[in-house]
């Protein structure tokens, strides 16, 4: 195989794998958003726990206050129907008494039934507790794993470049004008195979005496209908010009 074209193939090796850890390096992020996200998610459902507790707190404390008011009137009627003299007043006070008392009754089932659900809040607020301690371990983890790998693919990243910057500067100028510009207009694959007398990148049959030059192996030879750079091996196969 000519020389260029080897160095043609190398370069392009060099940049499909640096567009793989560029594709890397843009993953990188998305995924640390899904571990805030992650993150986020078990903090919001403690908060949710917590705010419900407190609704409950706040229920039962208002509960509480509406038993008092209810019992100070208990106590004033209490005490005017020891000052009456009258009958009706008296009974009348009592009827008061009596059902500020079944109130006070009612209240008090209600709170209790607040007092079960904020036991139970309180498991649940252990349970999801425990669920974000280890979120936030994994997390952490997945967080520093990440660093890592960025880190690694930088580094590749450095020494991919560096091999492509020279490999690039090793080729004739104006081969390499056409592969650089190949490589804009149309992407990762530059420099392609024939394979039973089809162009390896725009799979169009190439006219026999573009197969056969390529074969002869004397010149870069392109490929008519895209103007990728062609490259023949044997083994690609056998009866291409026959
Ligand atoms: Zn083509």
Redesign the pocket.
């Known amino acids: 195989m000519l020389e260029s074209l080897e160095k043609l193939l190398i370069l392009q090796d060099r940049d499909h794998h640096l567009r793989r850890v560029r594709e890397e390096l843009a993953q990188l992020e998305p995924e640390r958003e899904a571990l805030r996200q992650r993150l986020q998610s078990a903090q919001a459902a403690l908060e949710q726990v917590r705010q419900r507790l407190r609704q409950l707190e706040n229920e039962r404390r208002q509960l509480e206050l509406e038993v008092a008011s209810k019992q100070q009137l208990i106590d004033r009627y209490t005490h005017q129907q020891m000052q009456t003299r009258k009958n009706e007043e008296y009974q009348a006070l009592s009827l008061e008494i009596e059902r500020l008392k079944a109130a006070i009754r009612q209240i008090e089932d209600r709170e209790l039934d607040l007092m079960e659900q904020a036991e139970l809040g309180q498991k649940e607020m252990a349970t999801v507790q425990d669920t974000l301690r280890h979120t936030e371990n994994w997390v952490r983890e997945q967080q520093t794993l990440l660093q890592q790998r960025e880190q690694n693919l930088r580094l590749e990243y450095q020494k991919l470049s560096a091999e492509r910057h020279q490999l690039a500067n090793d080729l004739e100028p104006s081969l390499r004008q056409r592969y650089e510009r190949l490589l804009k207009s149309r992407g990762g694959n530059v420099v392609?195979g024939i394979a039973h007398g089809v162009?390896g990148?725009?799979?169009?049959r190439l006219p026999p005496q573009v197969v056969v030059d390529c074969r002869s192996d004397q010149e870069i030879v392109t490929?008519p209908?895209?103007?990728?750079i062609l490259y023949y091996k044997r083994e690609m196969d056998m009866e291409v010009v026959d």
Do not use: I
Not at 201 to 204: A, L, P
Not at 225 to 228: I, K, S, V, Y
């Open positions: 392609v162009c990148g725009c799979h169009m490929c209908n895209c103007g990728r």
